[in-house]
Nanobody, 116 residues
Framework: QVQLVESGGGLVQPGGSLRLSCAAS????????MGWYRQGPGKERELVAA???????NYADSVKGRFTISGDNAKNTVYLQMNSLKPEDTAVYYC??????????WGKGTLVTVSS
């Protein structure tokens, strides 16, 4: 019984910034790993950024240096700070969490559109 709710998407110009939030219904300490995925127009869903319970982070090469994943344990929330946005970043962004290395949970997604 886990719920993930994303927010923060919207329309932004190239070079702009957005901060996405993923609010979980349980403590994020419980998750083996947690992260953000995206699916752009005509593309498959791909990993954007993630971290494990050990605090190790992974980023897609295309976003490294521009995006940062972080968490607030008191608020059961994981964030994705996106800077220097490009049109290629346009996608639906999904929050994902893994429990016990067997159970996977997904949010419904939030749309990010980067366009002038």
């Amino acid at each position: 019984q886990v719920q993930l709710v994303e927010s923060g998407g919207g329309l932004v110009q190239p070079g702009g910034s957005l901060r996405l939030s993923c609010a979980a219904s349980i403590s994020i300490f419980n998750f083996n790993n947690m992260g953000w995925y995206r699916q752009g127009p005509g593309k498959e869903r791909e990993l954007v950024a993630a971290f494990t319970s050990g605090g190790i982070t992974n980023y897609a090469d295309s976003v490294k240096g521009r995006f940062t994943i972080s968490g607030d344990n008191a608020k059961n929330t994981v964030y994705l700070q996106m800077n220097s946005l490009k049109p290629e970043d346009t996608a639906v962004y999904y929050c994902k969490a893994r429990l016990y290395d067997t159970l996977t949970y997904w949010g419904k997604g939030t749309l990010v559109t980067v366009s002038s």
